[in-house]
């Protein structure tokens, strides 16, 4: 079936204004993962989600940072009023139950001007 | 917490040759995934092969071999008759118990013709 994709491929927005990424996981896949891949921190966990529930936020750099999944499927992450420091990619990945090998989409380049 | 070392931040091999990767690890934990994941200029994140720590046989898919160490916690990749296709970035990741991947800071393979 068809792999984990993600939406839009590429955002440019201004300083201070909100952002949603959105992960469309590999059907089936009941576990769902957001990381963050900046030159200067390399590949950073943010979240994950088991069904809908996120048990681990850990990694969310600030409150500005929220996610959400519904009906276990889909996932957004929001970032309020963005900084230059959130540009970076954001790559999603899913897998059948957490623990399992995770499965990448082609993330989201977020620019932050 | 884990942490993954990839000590060598360039790479290159001639076509048809072979080159291994280097990767080495630190965790307390006895359980866990190793997996070696290629990103090219796609930007996507493909796995390119996994190893379960309990396993004493190392892992092989086509020309990519891992050669893993345990007690060593050491997990270096060797791809055999390389193409200029495996041109990429290649992460080296551990996966424990709390289901996130720790990655280390990648190593660019360049396959020169």
């Known amino acids: 079936g068809a792999g984990v994709s993600q939406s839009p491929s590429n955002k440019v927005t201004e300083k201070g204004k909100d952002v949603e990424l959105r992960c469309d996981p590999i059907s089936g896949h009941t576990a769902l993962y957001w990381y963050r891949q900046s030159l200067g921190q390399g590949l950073e966990f943010l979240i994950y989600?088991?069904?809908?529930?996120?048990?681990?936020k850990s990694g969310l750099p600030s409150d500005r940072f929220s996610a959400e999944r519904t009906g276990g499927s889909v996932s957004t992450l929001t970032i309020q009023r963005t900084q230059q420091e959130d540009s970076a990619v954001y790559l999603c990945?899913?897998?059948?139950?957490?623990?399992?090998?995770?499965?990448f989409g082609p993330g989201t380049r977020l620019t932050v001007l | 917490a884990q942490t993954v070392t990839q000590s060598q931040p360039e790479m290159s091999v001639q076509e048809a040759e072979t080159v291994t990767l280097s990767c080495t690890y630190d965790?307390?934990?006895?359980?866990?995934?190793l997996f070696w994941y290629k990103q090219p200029p796609s930007r996507q994140m493909i796995l390119v092969i996994r190893?379960?720590?309990?396993?004493?046989q190392n892992a092989t898919e086509n020309r990519f071999s891992v050669n893993f160490q345990k007690a060593a916690k050491s997990f270096s990749l060797k791809i055999s008759d390389s193409q200029l296709g495996d041109t990429a970035m290649y992460f080296c990741?551990?996966?424990?118990?709390?289901?996130?991947?720790?990655f280390g800071k990648g190593t660019l393979l360049t396959v020169n013709p």
């Open positions: 989600f088991q069904g809908n529930s996120a048990p681990d």
């Open positions: 190893q379960e720590a309990y396993k004493q």
């Open positions: 990741a551990f996966g424990g118990s709390n289901y996130k991947l720790t």
């Open positions: 990945a899913s897998s059948v139950v957490t623990g399992e090998t995770q499965y």
């Open positions: 965790t307390s934990e006895n359980n866990y995934y």
